[in-house]
């Protein structure tokens, strides 16, 4: 079956730190890749996505970009801030619509 | 648009007790979904719906029951609480018709625990 394999957190950086939260997935065809952004006490947003190989996806400094040779959908922040801090999701959703979520990513940004 | 929302947002159970967790959406959405969220496991479907009077499972759906009798609301049933289904229940929605890159909707989640 499908499956997104995310980095284990939880993540700690200092405020203007970079930011690579990895993830590499499994799936037969050609799937969408999102990134999610779940906020404290809050729902899971959209925070980017990208529907084919090569297209770069990117919201708020954050990017990401679709490697389908590596299987990869790495997200990326040059410089991080406090409101940063946040569990982060990637997941794919198939051409049959269904969707897998990795396990999730929690990142503390400290000032 | 209010967008997707869910109620309760909290919820105390006891074993064996049974409840219906609300979802709805004013978006118009074909597709609806319910996920319940656990330290360390991600999201997990537990049913899914891609319109009215269609509905269908997910990767967890024993313990629940869903229907669709409209397009804007997509209710979960607890049958009978167990301290297992202690979780936090995410409903979403998005637009159907094949596209695989709509984005989910989610509503602010339910927080169950079954003593």
């Known amino acids: 079956g499908n499956s997104v394999t995310q980095m284990e957190g939880p993540v700690t950086l200092s405020e203007e730190a970079f930011l690579t939260i990895n993830c590499t997935y499994t799936?037969?065809?050609?799937?969408?890749l999102f990134w999610y952004v779940q906020y404290p006490g809050e729902g899971l947003q959209l925070l980017l996505k990208?529907?084919?190989?090569?297209d770069k996806g990117s919201n708020k400094g954050f990017e990401a970009t679709y490697r389908k040779e590596t299987t990869s959908f790495h997200l990326e922040k040059g410089s991080v801030q406090v409101s940063d801090s946040a569990v982060y999701f990637c997941?794919?959703?198939?051409?049959?619509?269904?969707?897998?979520f990795g396990d999730g990513t929690t990142l503390t940004v400290k000032p | 648009n209010a967008g997707v929302t869910q109620t309760p947002k909290f919820q105390v159970l006891k074993t064996g007790q049974s409840m219906t967790l609300q979802c709805a959406q004013d978006?118009?959405?074909?597709?609806m979904s319910w996920y319940r969220q656990d330290p360390g496991m991600g999201l997990r479907l537990i049913h899914y719906?891609?319109?009215?009077?269609?509905?269908d499972q997910g990767e967890v759906p024993n313990g629940y029951n869903v229907s669709r009798s409209t397009t804007e609301d997509f209710p979960l049933r607890l049958l009978s609480a167990a301290p297992s289904q202690t979780s936090v229940y995410f409903c979403?929605?998005?637009?159907?018709?094949?596209?695989?890159?709509?984005?989910?909707?989610f509503g602010p989640g339910t927080r169950l625990t079954v003593l």
């Open positions: 979403a929605s998005r637009l159907e018709g094949g596209r695989s890159y709509n984005e989910q909707f």
């Open positions: 799936a037969t065809g050609y799937p969408s």
């Open positions: 719906s891609v319109g009215a009077g269609i509905t």
């Open positions: 978006m118009n959405h074909e597709y």
């Open positions: 997941a794919l959703m198939t051409n049959a619509g269904k969707s897998t």
């Open positions: 990208a529907t084919k190989a090569d």
